[in-house]
T-cell receptor, first 114, second 115 residues
Framework: AQKVTQAQTEISVVEKEDVTLDCVYE???????LFWYKQPPSGELVFLIR??????QNEISGRYSWNFQKSTSSFNFTITASQVVDSAVYFCALSVGGYQKVTFGTGTKLQVIP | DGGITQSPKYLFRKEGQNVTLSCEQNLNHDAMYWYRQDPGQGLRLIYYSQIVNDFQKGDIAEGYSVSREKKESFPLTVTSAQKNPTAFYLC??????????????FGPGTRLTVT
């Protein structure tokens, strides 16, 4: 069975601080995909990144960066110089054995205080 | 603009009534999904469909039904058999092939309240 753990339920930071959202996953499959989604107060989930199990390169996109480490089964997400617009719930997700089998974590609510 | 639309945004029903949630996509995606989200919880898969006229149960299908008569549409019916239907419902779609479109794209959601 697959499992995604986001141990941080809520995080509050002051604007311009850096923040890291943790994601730990469990699967016995060697081929899998990991995702991060952002859910702003409006409710719609917005896709941020996809990473497959064979690509451990870290990725940077503007103020966002992702650290994928298979040795620790983690796929952490860092926001640099946080802004109020980053306030949202962030979900980590795992897909194994086909696109339909997506397991979501319980989400981390990030509040950026001006 | 391509995307997924869900209507209505808010829906109120009396207990014992069936209710149908709409989901339409113009992304030309083959696969569509319904998720349920409860406060403080992640998304749980209700039903998914890979092609027209075919669909499979997800993890929490009891009390729900779907149809997929058109590629663009995947309506979800919440029946009176669903014991706790009040929740936020999200529809998603994806293209079932490896590559850039592997991820799922979501609609704005429908918040259903049953009293």
């Amino acid at each position: 069975a697959q499992k995604v753990t986001q141990a941080q339920t809520e995080i509050s930071v002051v604007e311009k601080e850096d923040v890291t959202l943790d994601c730990v996953y469990e699967t016995r499959d060697t081929t899998y995909y990991l995702f991060w989604y952002k859910q702003p107060p409006s409710g719609e989930l917005v896709f941020l990144i996809r990473r497959n199990s064979f690509d451990e390169q870290n990725e940077i996109s503007g103020r966002y960066s992702w650290n994928f480490q298979k040795s620790t089964s983690s796929f952490n997400f860092t926001i640099t110089a946080s802004q109020v617009v980053d306030s949202a719930v962030y979900f980590c997700a795992l897909s194994v054995g086909g696109y339909q089998k997506v397991t979501f974590g319980t989400g981390t609510k990030l509040q950026v205080i001006p | 603009d391509g995307g997924i639309t869900q209507s209505p945004k808010y829906l109120f029903r009396k207990e014992g009534q069936n209710v149908t949630l709409s989901c339409e996509q113009n992304l030309n995606h083959d696969a569509m999904y319904w998720y349920r989200q409860d406060p403080g919880q992640g998304l749980r898969l209700i039903y998914y469909s890979q092609i027209v006229n075919d669909f499979q149960k997800g993890d929490i299908a009891e009390g729900y039904s779907v149809s997929r008569e058109k590629k663009e549409s995947f309506p979800l019916t919440v029946t009176s058999a669903q014991k706790n239907p009040t929740a936020f419902y999200l529809c998603a779609s994806s293209t079932p092939r490896a590559g850039r479109d592997y991820e799922q794209y979501f609609g704005p959601g429908t918040r259903l309240t049953v009293t």
